[in-house]
């Protein structure tokens, strides 16, 4: 039985690696053409084109981990089928469920493969990504909003109009509360940067004092402003939320929790780092049942097509229960487990099938 789990684990993995290499592929030459584009802005050169391409495989990567285990297995599976191999096994007494259990290790090791690109690779080289670009462009971070960042940071509300790859800010506009939540002073300043230990220096500011005789309006050449913002906590708006690292949602998490706002959307992304990984096995689980349909109902090529829909649909499943998630605010694990735990009943409905013929 050992020999057997080796042989089909080294058929998986040589047909989840071809199969993630020819996505890799396809997904960075789409970058590429769209990053054609800005090729000459700026100082954006064909070389910054290459390196932000190169530096986005990870996170496609990590996108399409389970769908690349999905489509290899169910391609591994098929071909030992399809030259009677696995009809051998099965003959051998190999039943659906043992062949499960054996495919469990190989499932695990893509898991922990999976986490380690999720956590270790993605989160930086989505970051580096961008300063290349941003820097290159000589452009400047904003999320979402034309108006820019909005965060609220104790008894202030702040919109920060640039985070620049230096970690410095521009166009910063703190609107000042007091505790009845009264408007009692609204600071502008071009330019702000982080001293260290919390502390803001902003520079060319203009201070706007209300008070119950009016507006008073005050220009000072430089302003101390202490903060919890930090570089470090801005620097997670410039990379998408299913591409951040899961310290760095549960940090951003805690702020937004801190400040009274809204979590919903990272907490369902904070999940899903949590749970992701393990959609590899879930999907091999999906494909085992294709290994034993019969080469006349359907060639190679046709499972491996039923492989990519299985993918497509699961991976827009995700989206939307996400999305619905958060429309609907619904528990976070909940959003985040849906889909797999949708495709691991479909699965295991699908051995006890093949197994009860």
């Not at 285990?69 to 051998?92: C, F, H, N, P, Q």
């Not at 009692?184 to 230990?197: H, K, T, V």
């Not at 829909?309 to 996400?322: C, D, I, R, T």
Request: charged letters at 15%; one cysteine or more; glycine letters at 8%.
């Amino acid at each position: 039985m050992r020999t057997l789990r080796l042989y089909l684990a080294r058929q998986i993995f040589a047909a989840t690696a071809l199969v993630l290499l020819a996505f890799l592929a396809l997904f960075a030459f789409f970058d590429l053409i769209a990053e054609l584009r800005d090729v000459g802005r700026g100082g954006y050169r064909l070389g910054h084109a290459f390196a932000f391409v190169a530096l986005s495989i990870p996170g496609h990567l990590y996108e399409l981990f389970p769908i690349g285990v999905l489509i290899g297995t169910l391609y591994a599976l098929a071909d030992l089928a399809a030259k009677s191999e696995y009809t051998v096994m099965r003959t051998s007494g190999l039943s659906s469920f043992a062949a499960a259990r054996s495919l469990v290790p190989v499932g695990l090791a893509f898991a922990v493969l999976c986490l380690v690109i999720g956590e270790l690779l993605t989160p930086y080289a989505e970051r580096a990504a961008q300063n290349v670009r941003l820097g290159a462009l000589g452009s400047v971070v904003g999320q979402e909003l034309r108006s820019g960042v909005w965060v609220k940071s104790e008894s202030r509300i702040v919109n920060i109009r640039f985070v620049r790859t230096d970690s410095s800010i521009g166009e910063v506009r703190l609107y000042d509360f007091d505790k009845d939540y009264r408007l009692r002073a609204i600071q502008d300043a071009e330019r702000g940067e982080y001293l260290g230990g919390n502390q803001w220096r902003l520079t060319g500011v203009t201070e706007t004092l209300l008070s119950d005789e009016g507006a008073r309006i005050v220009k000072v050449p430089e302003l101390q402003w202490k903060s919890v913002l930090t570089p470090e906590l801005l620097s997670v708006l410039t990379v998408a939320p299913q591409k951040m690292s899961a310290y760095d949602l549960f940090r951003y998490t805690n702020h937004l929790r801190r400040n009274n706002q809204k979590t919903q959307r990272y907490e369902i992304a904070l999940w899903n780092k949590v749970l992701y990984p393990f959609a590899s096995l879930v999907m091999m689980a999906l494909a085992l049942p294709f290994a034993y349909v019969q080469v006349r109902y359907g060639g190679l090529g046709v499972k491996v097509f039923s492989g990519i829909m299985l993918g497509v649909v699961f991976h827009s499943m995700n989206s939307l229960a996400s999305h619905l998630g958060v429309l609907q605010s619904w528990p976070a694990a909940l959003s985040a487990a849906l889909p797999s735990v949708i495709f691991l009943c479909a699965a295991l409905l699908m051995l006890w099938w093949v197994e009860r013929r």
